[in-house]
């Protein structure tokens, strides 16, 4: 590394310039901390702070604590058990359970979400009249509470909710939609899929308008139709935002719990447990933080491991 | 070059042992508390804080307008109350224990008490208790029961809670029953249920007969009262182990699941939780349901809000060849006293004040629920009220849950095998040998 030295207004000694010359680099290592470094450093250390103190070093704690028996209550803190919490979870069925719970949820919410905000980018990627309007509705159930949307669709979802008033009015039987193990998961999987839309669609949008449109006018001029623009023009130059929102997406997902937590409770039979909601009935519910600790970096690794398949899937195809 | 070396390493070393310091001093806790004598502290003047669980904004309102503001004007003390939802009350607590932040009283239900006295987080109150007049604690002595763990006081009860079977008159009358001779035994309430059942042209009840609490925590409850009325315990005498997988809990088991299965079902929409739905989206407001359980604020609340409805309540039954109904019941949430407070003295004279017999019954007619005291009985409040009345009637069939350590996840536990159950996902003798191998875990890991 070398630092730029400007003159010294005074003409001390140093390796000032003289005479209007042009400053000289230098890569003298007392010098890096005296002057741009030491105060973009200054600049920067609120937020490494912050970063280390309220992110890094809670993480570090949890993996700590997911190395010990510890339950918040207790005066002695936390006891060293080594890889027990790990082991003991090998066995433990109803972590297995919300594994699969927690991967179904993932998988049935996320090609739906992306496919239906594709399309909707795609239609709104076009000036008609109430476009801004249409685009504004469409992201307004992101901005809303996730607790307060799943409040109303329990109710929605609800023996005399909306959905079972419309269907009594059809003359069709009324369903348990959150009581039934058949149908709980992909109720809420329908309502998450309700709430995602937006903002990917937002996502997908921004990607569609950074896609050069001589590339579309090139691809006409190549006798390109419609299918043929979408797949060799838009499909490569969305792929970049493509990542980002797939990523997201099953990083979210995988950390389902507001929704389940208002809608089932994990239930019925279990069928709507996913992995944050079981941590949270081990940490909160029976104080075992070794535990539910060890259940979230099980979960964190699955959750990176997943996250970097699909980018390494959706950008190699790039490659 | 070495001496910046060492220089940058001391900054960072020091740097890293400031902020891991900063970090886990939020985590360390507190030592053990002294264990304050009662009436050591001088209670004129001095500050507490005091945190209660519930939302209901008629209580908060009671509490912090004018319960507390007449306790600090009678002793000059000040008193910080805070309002913690019961869902995240013990979430609070936990982390306020382990940052040595815990309010100096604070409210809980009976099921989280046996936790806090094994993490020795509670004061013991039996010495407090014992300066009592005999007159008071033979008053309270129902409610007391229910907010001790090992013969020892730790929680006082604010209130008395329960669930007891609410019917509707009229259908009764429909149905050709006689309303004012509601069924004694579990049988006859099967047997009246079927009569009440009504089914559309394809077989499905569109009112149920009975409904009992089928819902994650009230199944674990209705499971209990059915077995406590079947001549059977939950946990056996020493409450070291499981003894619902006895012969009468298999039966009682059986009864809880054919309510809502079989060609001869009475009960719709297992697993529903409707005793927390709005009171006019309640089954037996809506016509969907002649009898159901219901606490006495829930009771109350509908017959409230339903003037012109002849709703009446069902006494405990009990199975034919058992002693006597139970209930599930007893003590209802009440207060304990951090073992760390420094004002002891002053947490309990705050407590005292809340169960003196005009607070008491100021308080828990604000919020519509049994008064912890028996006298309480020859009040306005509770003879004006024939449900308040039934359920003072009732309050020694009232039946709490085990107050042992682990308590909690216990329920959980319990309550994954009765859902297995009720959905005939196993036969009732699986689930509660299963069940009972998980119970019999916990209870050898909590000690």
Known sequence: MSVVVRPSPKGARGPASVGGAPPRRISNPRRRWTNASRSGLLFVLPAALYVLVFQLAPVLYGLILSFTKYSPLSRSGPTPIGVENYARLLTDADFGNSLLVTGRYVAQVLPITVAAALGLALLVNRPFRGVGFFRSALYVPHIVSLTAVSMVWLWIYSQNGLINEILGILGLPRQSWLLDQDTALNAASVMRIWMALGSNMVLLLAGLQSIPKELYEAGRVDGAGAWGLFRYVTLPGLRPMLVYVVAMDIIFLAQGFAEIYVLTQGGPLGSTTTVNYLIYTQAFQYNQLGYASAMAFVLFAFIAGFSLLSIRGLMGRQK | MQAMKRHRLFTGTVTIAAVSAFVLAGCAGPTAGSGTSPGAVPTEGGKISVWFPGTD???????????????????????????????????????????????????????????????????????????????????????????????????????????????????????????????????????????????????????????????????????????????????????????????????????????????????????????????????????????????????????????????????????????????????????????????????????????????????????????????????SYVKNSPILKAFVKAAPQFVPNPNVPGWVQIRDTMDKFLEQALNKKMSSKDALTQAAAAVDKILKANG
């Open chain 2, 57 to 379: 904004p008629t209580e908060i309102a009671l509490v912090t307008k004018k319960i507390v503001p007449n306790f600090e004007k009678a002793t000059g003390a000040q008193v910080s109350v805070t309002y913690v939802d019961w869902s995240n009350i013990s979430t609070k607590l936990n982390a306020a224990f382990a940052a040595g932040t815990a309010p100096d009283v604070f409210g809980h239900g009976p099921a989280a008490v046996a936790d806090f006295v094994t993490n020795k987080r509670v004061e013991p109150l039996t010495n407090y208790i014992q300066q009592l007049s005999e007159k008071d604690r033979s008053d309270m002595s129902s409610a007391l029961q229910g907010g001790q763990v090992n013969g020892v006081q730790y929680l006082v009860p604010l209130s008395m809670q329960g669930s007891l079977i609410m019917y509707n008159a009229a259908d009764f009358t429909a149905a050709g029953l006689d309303p004012n001779k509601p069924p004694t035994t579990w049988e006859g309430v099967r047997a009246a249920a079927k009569q009440l059942t009504k089914r559309d042209a394809s077989g499905a009840i569109t009112r149920s007969g009975l409904l009992l609490p089928s819902q994650p925590i009230g199944r674990q409850q209705t499971f209990a009262a059915l077995l406590l009325s079947n001549g059977g315990t939950q946990l056996n005498k020493e409450q070291t182990a499981a003894a619902f997988d006895s012969q009468q809990g298999v039966a009682a088991l059986d009864y809880f699941t054919s309510l809502f299965n079989g060609p001869d079902a009475v009960s719709a929409g297992l697993g529903a939780n409707y005793i927390n739905t709005p009171t006019a989206q309640q089954p037996i407001v809506l016509g969907t349901a002649s009898m159901e359980f219901q606490t006495p604020n829930g009771m109350q609340q509908i017959v409230a809000a339903n003037p012109k409805m002849d709703l009446r309540v069902m006494m405990p039954p009990k199975f034919e060849g058992a002693d006597k109904g139970y209930a599930m019941g007893g003590a209802g949430p009440g207060l304990m006293i951090n073992a760390d407070s420094k004002h002891k003295a002053l947490a309990w004279k705050f407590i005292q004040y809340m169960i003196a017999p005009d607070t008491s019954v100021e308080y828990t007619q604000g919020i519509g629920a049994v008064p912890p005291r028996s006298s309480a009985a020859e009040t």
